[in-house]
């Protein structure tokens, strides 16, 4: 059986997408997505919580990325997920 890796965020921007281009001439747009989430603890309380997650596009994709994001945009983001220490 294979496996999945796929993830899917809806936020807002931190930030303008900023290009960047690898020493081989590759174009890669860097953001950043915050998510948000809430809940109420056992006694009541309610709590918020926000997420920050580094985003990367490349290619021309991401080079036309970089034109039109704009901090506090709201955005649909699908891909995969990868760590990086």
């Known amino acids: 059986m294979r496996s999945?890796?796929?993830v899917i965020l809806v936020g807002n921007l931190t930030r303008d997408g900023e290009?960047?281009?690898?020493?081989g001439g590759t174009?890669?747009?860097y953001f950043t997505v915050a998510?948000?989430?809430a809940w109420k603890g056992a006694n009541g309380e309610e709590?918020?919580?926000a997420?920050?997650?580094?985003v990367s596009a490349w290619g021309k994709f991401g080079e036309?990325?970089?034109k039109i994001l704009h901090k506090g945009?709201?955005?649909?983001?699908?891909?995969?997920?990868?760590?990086?220490e």
């Open 47 to 49: 709590h918020d919580e």
């Open 73 to 84: 945009q709201k955005v649909y983001v699908e891909g995969l997920l990868t760590y990086r």
């Open 35 to 37: 998510t948000n989430r």
């Open 64 to 66: 036309n990325l970089a």
């Open 27 to 29: 174009p890669v747009c």
């Open 4 to 6: 999945v890796n796929k």
């Open 19 to 23: 290009v960047s281009y690898t020493t």
């Open 51 to 54: 997420s920050f997650h580094s």
